[in-house]
């Protein structure tokens, strides 16, 4: 009987994990996004790392829903998903060493996973691939061609891979698949209060600085001087104004000016 454990949100879905699996997700580790994910101009890495101590069983589980987005090229996405399998056995090793302790937005830490996985006894990998029903080839057929593909990758690693529709994996991986709603994961719910923060922050700046504008625009005014008018239009106004034009009745003028407000 399913019992359940850890519950995670990925993309629309959620994945409610069996309990004794410890869940980690790499995105949240500080270690892999600052660190990790640069390496090599790039170190990809699985949706989700599953280990059980008592069954001594390490998952890799990738989820890709293209249902809304246009379909990727077969032999490019197989090569991606290949990537991201060697990347994250280098990670879980070398996290096992190097990462230091972190309390991430969600699941197990990577480094308490990695030493965990020291001790995995077996390796299982999971491909959750939803595909749309625009192009030449159904779903089902295109599918099976990437799992045919992969598996000749793969299966040095794991001959039991999973390569199947991400609603149709559930019970048959140690995890069950429930719509996720409007709700989001914990580490997309904080970039999205960061990108929030963020954007009103950059309001409060932008603000400041239209009324530090206005301020400069209104001391500039302020202080305009008689000479920010051409030498020629002064003097035509001064002749206007019956001023002979020399030096005394222009300091005169000046003089007789009322002061400005």
Same mark, same amino acid.
Request: charged share 30%; proline share 6%; aromatic share 8%.
């Given at each position: ?122 390796? @299982? $990998?999971?491909?959750? /691939? #939803?595909? =749309? %029903? ?7 057929? +295109? ?43 914990? @580490? $997309?719910?904080?970039? /999205? #209060?960061? =990108? %929030? ?7 409060? +700046? ?43 009745? @222009? ?11």
């Amino acid at each position: 009987m399913f019992q359940a454990g850890t519950s995670c949100v990925e993309g629309v879905h959620r994945f409610n994990f069996e309990a004794g699996y410890h869940v980690c997700r790499f995105e949240c580790s500080p270690f892999y996004s600052h660190h990790a994910q640069n390496f090599c101009n790039s170190c990809k890495e699985m949706d989700f790392v599953l280990y059980h101590p008592g069954k001594k069983e390490l998952w890799l589980v990738e989820v890709k829903d293209y249902r809304f987005n246009a379909r990727p090229k077969v032999k490019d996405l197989v090569e991606k998903l290949c990537r991201k399998v060697r990347d994250c056995l280098f990670l879980l090793r070398t996290a096992a060493l190097c990462a230091p302790e972190e309390t991430p937005a969600e699941g197990t830490s990577l480094r308490d996973i990695a030493r965990m996985s020291l001790q995995a006894k077996r390796i @299982r $990998i999971a491909f959750t /691939i #939803e595909l =749309a %029903r625009t192009g030449l080839f159904p779903p089902k057929s +295109l599918l099976a061609t990437i799992k045919d593909l992969l598996y000749r990758q793969i299966r040095f690693i794991d001959p039991d891979m999973l390569c199947l529709p991400i609603t149709e994996s559930g019970g048959i991986g140690p995890w069950t698949i429930t719509p996720a709603g409007s709700t989001h994961s914990s @580490r $997309i719910q904080k970039r /999205i #209060e960061e =990108a %929030r923060l963020a954007h009103e922050k950059e309001e409060r +700046l932008a603000k400041e600085r239209a009324r530090h504008a206005e301020k400069q625009a209104a001391k500039k005014q302020k202080k305009a001087r008689k000479s920010d008018i051409p030498l020629w239009k002064q003097r035509a106004e001064e002749r206007q104004a019956g001023m002979s034009g020399n030096h005394a009745d @222009r300091r005169k003028k000046n003089e007789n000016r009322p002061p400005a407000p």
